[in-house]
C-alpha cells in the first residue's frame, strides 16, 4: 500500500483535536434536552438523470459544478462558460459513439431529459441573475496523507449495486428516518447520493419547506407567491407571500445569488422560521421572485435553499438561520454538524445538528477543516489523480479516472493523527456501460485543475465517511471518525 503526503486547500482554520467518548442515544438526550443544541434530518435530494444522458457527461457536470463553486469560495476569478463547455466537448469525444451520434451523449444534449439534468447540475445555462455570487472564504492549509491500497472494506465484490443504479436513473428521494439526538433534522437522500435536504417550517400558519442544505453558501431564500422562470412558474413548489402566511412582511431590498448551477434573484423578507422546534420570530431571509431552471422545475424536490456558512459571504448580507439561533440564545454556539447518508447503506440516518455535535456520530471531536457539502465528487489535479488512482488499482488520465466496480481498495485521507478511510462504494460512483455493473466504474475521484498544483476539492464522496460540523463564530470546521455501533 502506497502513501502520498500532499497539501490540502480547505476553506478552514486548524484546530486541535481531543477525542471524545460516544454516549448511547437515550443518556445523551436526557443529558441535552437543555443543550441549546437542534439537529434536523437530511433527506438525498435527486432529480431523474435519464437514460439518454451518459455518465460521462453527468461526471463532467459534477466536476464543472465544484469547480464553479470553489471559485466562488475563495474569492476566485470563476471558469468562464466557454472554457466550462470546452470541458464538457472534450468528455463528448471521450465516448466510443463520438460527437454527433443520435446513439451517444451528443444526442443527450438534444434530450429534455438532459436539459433538466445539464441546468441544474452541471454548466449554467441561460441564466436568472448575470453577476454571481463572489466572496472571500477563510483558508487555510492542512497536511494530510492519503493511504491507497486494496483493504478489506464494507463493499462486495459484485460491482455497482442496483439500488444505486435504479437510483441514479429514476431519481427519488429516500426519506431520513427520525433523528437520534434531540435537536436534530433528518437528511434525506437524493437518488445515489447526489444531495441532501432537510424540511422546517415557514409563516403563520407554519407551513412545510424543502431546503437543500449547503454548507458552501451563506443564503437562506424560498421561492416567492409571484415567482417567474424560464418556463413561466417556479413548478410545483411550496411558495412564500402575503397570501399564505399572515406574519410575511416583504421589503424592497433586493438579493441575487448565482451558484454552480443556477441562479435565484428577489427581495428580503421577515416571518417566523420554526427549525426543529426552535422558534426564529420575524427571521430576515430571501423570497425569490425569479428562478432559473435548475431550482424552478418540477423534478427538482426542493423549495429553497439553506446556506450555511459566514453570513460575510452572502449576498443577502443577513444572518444565516444557525448565526440568528445562536444570536437569539437559543442554541449555545452558531455550529452546524452534518452525518451524511449513503444509499447503498440503506440505513438512513443522515441528520444536520445546530448548536453542536450529536456524540453517537463522532468516535473523535475536534478535527478541522472546512469541506463542501454542495460538491459530490473529489477533484483533484490531474498528477495527484493520477498516482491516487494507480495505487488503488484505477486508471487515470488528465480527463478522467475509472476504477473496477468491483474494487474492495480503500482510499484514506489522514489530518493531523486522525485517519478517514473512504468506503470502497464510494470511489466506484456509476458503471461506465449502465449494463455492466461490474466492469469499470466512474471513480470518485477525478482530475481537473482547479487552483494551485495542490488543490483538491473535497466533496460527499469523502464526507459520507466522517462526521462533519461547521462553527462559522469561530472560523472552525470539524471532522469526527463515525461511530460504530
Not at 476504477?403 to 493523527?417: D, E, K, R, W
Not at 468506503?423 to 481537473?448: F, K, W, Y
Request: with cysteine; hydrophobic share 35%.
Amino acid at each position: 500500500m502506497k502513501s502520498f503526503l500532499f497539501t490540502l486547500l480547505l476553506l478552514a482554520c486548524l484546530l486541535n483535536s481531543t477525542p471524545a467518548d460516544a454516549i448511547p442515544a437515550r443518556a445523551r438526550r436526557q443529558l441535552q434536552s437543555n443543550s441549546g443544541m437542534v439537529t434536523m434530518p437530511l433527506k438525498r435530494l435527486h432529480i431523474p438523470r435519464g437514460v439518454d444522458l451518459h455518465p460521462q457527461v453527468l461526471l463532467q457536470q459534477h466536476i464543472n459544478r465544484g469547480s464553479r463553486r470553489l471559485a466562488r469560495m475563495t474569492g476566485r476569478e470563476e471558469p468562464s462558460e466557454y472554457a466550462l463547455r470546452s470541458e464538457l466537448h472534450k468528455r463528448l469525444y471521450l465516448l466510443e459513439s463520438g460527437p454527433g451520434s443520435r446513439s451517444g451523449a451528443a444526442a443527450a444534449i438534444q434530450g429534455s431529459n438532459f436539459s433538466r439534468r445539464y441546468y441544474r447540475t452541471g454548466l449554467a445555462a441561460a441564466a436568472v441573475v448575470s453577476n454571481g455570487t463572489t466572496g472571500n472564504g477563510i483558508t487555510g492549509t492542512g497536511n494530510a496523507t492519503t493511504a491507497g491500497g486494496a483493504t478489506a472494506g464494507n463493499s462486495t465484490n459484485t460491482g455497482v449495486s442496483p439500488l444505486d443504479i435504479q437510483a441514479a436513473t429514476s431519481g427519488g428521494v429516500t426519506v431520513a428516518k427520525l433523528p437520534t439526538a434531540n435537536d436534530s433534522l433528518g437528511l434525506n437522500i437524493e437518488a445515489d447520493d447526489v444531495g441532501y435536504l432537510a424540511t422546517i417550517q415557514i409563516g403563520t400558519p407554519p407551513r412545510d419547506f424543502q431546503l437543500l442544505m449547503d454548507s458552501g453558501s451563506a443564503d437562506f431564500w424560498v421561492a416567492g407567491e409571484n415567482c417567474q422562470s424560464q418556463q413561466g412558474g417556479c413548478g410545483n413548489h411550496t411558495t412564500l407571500g402575503a397570501q399564505s402566511s399572515s406574519s410575511f412582511v416583504q421589503s424592497t431590498q433586493q438579493f441575487q445569488v448565482t451558484y454552480g448551477s443556477g441562479a435565484v434573484q428577489g427581495v428580503l423578507c421577515q416571518d417566523n422560521v420554526n427549525i426543529a422546534g426552535l422558534k426564529l420570530q420575524n427571521h430576515t431571509f430571501g423570497v425569490a421572485s425569479a428562478e432559473s431552471i435548475q431550482f424552478a422545475s418540477d423534478t427538482t424536490p426542493f423549495d429553497g435553499l439553506m446556506g450555511l456558512a459566514q453570513s460575510t459571504l452572502s449576498q443577502e448580507k443577513a444572518l444565516t438561520p444557525v448565526e440568528s439561533l445562536a444570536a437569539n440564545k437559543l442554541i449555545q454556539s452558531p455550529i452546524a454538524s452534518f452525518k451524511i447518508p449513503r444509499l447503498g447503506d440503506q440505513l438512513n440516518d443522515g441528520e444536520v445538528t445546530f448548536g453542536g455535535l450529536d456524540a453517537t456520530n463522532a468516535g473523535l471531536t475536534g478535527r478541522t477543516a472546512i469541506l463542501d457539502t454542495g460538491t459530490t465528487l473529489i477533484i483533484a489535479p490531474p498528477s495527484d489523480a493520477q498516482k491516487v488512482m494507480q495505487s488503488l488499482g484505477g486508471t487515470c488520465d488528465t480527463q478522467q479516472c475509472t476504477i473496477p466496480c468491483t474494487t474492495q481498495a480503500s482510499l484514506a485521507l489522514s489530518f493531523g493523527n486522525a485517519s478517514f478511510a473512504i468506503d470502497p462504494r464510494d470511489l466506484a460512483v456509476l458503471p461506465v456501460d449502465p449494463n455492466n455493473p461490474t466492469g469499470s466504474c466512474t471513480a470518485g475521484i477525478q482530475p481537473q485543475q482547479i487552483g494551485a498544483a495542490t488543490e483538491w476539492l473535497v466533496g460527499d464522496v469523502f464526507l459520507k465517511n466522517a462526521y462533519f460540523s461547521t462553527n462559522v463564530a469561530t472560523n472552525q470546521i470539524s471532522l469526527a471518525k463515525l461511530s460504530t455501533t
